[in-house]
């Protein structure tokens, strides 16, 4: 792993783990190197389950791969539901929240990157040239912050809470980025 990465994973970690019980079962989706699912075993002590596309064969936790559409788990199967920074790379949004929110029983936390002036438009762009590089994607679908709210709305998702996440990644990436605590019914 490089350093930036377990940086990375475990800033991601703090924006989560207050929201976290130990006796939750979590989905995190597009779990990638894994590492933010460790963390959140290593601060809360829940049980936390990786989910993905692809075996990154660095993983420190494999996830269970899926097709990307139809996750393979029973309705409400989960207590909270996590996505950290994958929305923008999936051409398919809508249906990949509406299966976040059919597994999950409450709580759904996103962490994204959100797009709220010329530089963080240059720096997705960028964004979409490395991962197209490194992941051989260049799909990427940023929104601003009413975007990323139209469409939890049309998911039938309410925002319970919505926070800014700081610009602690490495320098070359400080895109603007949020955090939004999400329910199916309002009350957590």
């Known amino acids: ?25 979590i989905l995190d989706v597009g779990s990638g190197t894994g590492l933010v699912a460790e963390y959140i075993r290593k601060k809360t002590g829940a049980h936390v389950v990786c989910l993905d596309v692809v075996q990154d064969g660095h993983a420190s936790e494999k996830p269970i791969v899926f097709d990307g559409e139809k996750m393979p788990f029973y309705d409400e199967a989960f207590d909270v539901s996590i996505c950290c920074f994958v929305l923008h790379h999936v051409s398919f949004q809508k249906a990949l929240l509406e299966e976040m929110k059919r597994v999950t029983k409450s709580k759904i ?30 799909y990427t679908q940023f929104r601003n912050n009413h975007g990323w709210r139209w469409l939890f709305s049309n998911c039938g ?32």
Do not use: Q
């Open 109 to 138: 936390i996103i962490l994204e990157d959100v797009i709220e002036n010329r530089g963080d438009h240059f720096l997705a762009f960028i964004h979409k040239l490395y991962s197209g590089f490194r992941y051989s994607s260049f």
């Open 157 to 188: 998702l309410l925002i319970d809470k919505e926070w800014y996440v700081e610009k602690r990644r490495e320098i070359t990436y400080p895109i603007s980025r949020r955090g939004y605590l999400l329910s199916k019914n309002g009350h957590l």
């Open 1 to 25: 792993m490089f350093n930036y990465e377990i940086k990375t994973a475990y800033n991601t970690c703090s924006h989560l783990e207050k929201f976290l019980e130990a006796s939750d079962v």
